[in-house]
Every structure is written in structure tokens, then in C-alpha cells.
Nanobody, 116 residues
Framework: QVRLVESGGGLVEAGGSLRLSCKAS???????????VAWYRQAPGKERELVAS???????TYSESVKGRFTIARDNSRKTAYLQMASLKVEDTGVYYC???????WGQGTQVTVTA
């Protein structure tokens, strides 16, 4: 069974940093490697929004709100993707979800809370 497990969320003050991880299991590397991995977030009372994505060829995209502060990366040998978040703002608060685009898989989410 394919699973995505996020980790690394937590409570941090504004200006701080966190690194989220998303590990895929139950999936062979030939399926994971070419798939696009994306991070989404959902703030309370708001719709889920795309934060960043990385293709199998390591092309990256970022939402305007996080560009220059967040960095997405992947380690195919570990079937893991990362979201390095720096200069965090209160408005970055939310549940962060990992998604495999072609495989149509979602993780359970990890909470990120940024305090003023």
C-alpha cells in the first residue's frame, strides 16, 4: 500500500525556520522518481493551496507568497521530498500536505504554527 508520511511540523516564532519531510513507502523508485511532488497547505477556514512543487527532472515552482523563503527538494534514493522553510511568517500557519501528482496520493498532513 502506498503511503506518504509528512514530518517536521511544529511551533516556531516568526522569522524562524522548519524543514518538512515527506517519505513515500510501498512504492518502487521507478514510480516515485518521475512523479511530481508537491506541498500544499491549508490554513483554518481557507482552501488548500499549492505552496511548491518539484518534478522528476527537478524543475521547481513556488507560490508568490513563499518564493525566496521556501525551498523544495527531493532525494530519490530515499523516496523523500523536503520543504525547507525560512523567514516564517504568521500567515504561513496551516496544515502542510505532501502530494504525489501522477500517483494521486496525499499524506495525512503536518501542522505548522508560526507565532508572532
Amino acid at each position: 500500500q502506498v503511503r506518504l508520511v509528512e514530518s517536521g511540523g511544529g511551533l516556531v516564532e516568526a522569522g524562524g525556520s522548519l524543514r518538512l519531510s515527506c517519505k513515500a513507502s510501498g512504492m518502487i523508485t521507478s514510480v516515485f522518481n518521475p512523479d511530481t511532488v508537491a506541498w500544499y497547505r491549508q490554513a483554518p477556514g481557507k482552501e488548500r493551496e499549492l505552496v511548491a512543487s518539484i518534478t522528476g527532472g527537478r524543475s521547481t515552482t513556488y507560490s508568490e507568497s513563499v518564493k525566496g523563503r521556501f525551498t523544495i527538494a527531493r532525494d530519490n534514493s530515499r523516496k523523500t521530498a523536503y520543504l525547507q522553510m525560512a523567514s516564517l511568517k504568521v500567515e504561513d500557519t496551516g496544515v502542510y500536505y505532501c502530494n504525489l501528482e501522477q500517483s494521486k496520493k496525499w499524506g495525512q498532513g503536518t501542522q505548522v504554527t508560526v507565532t508572532a
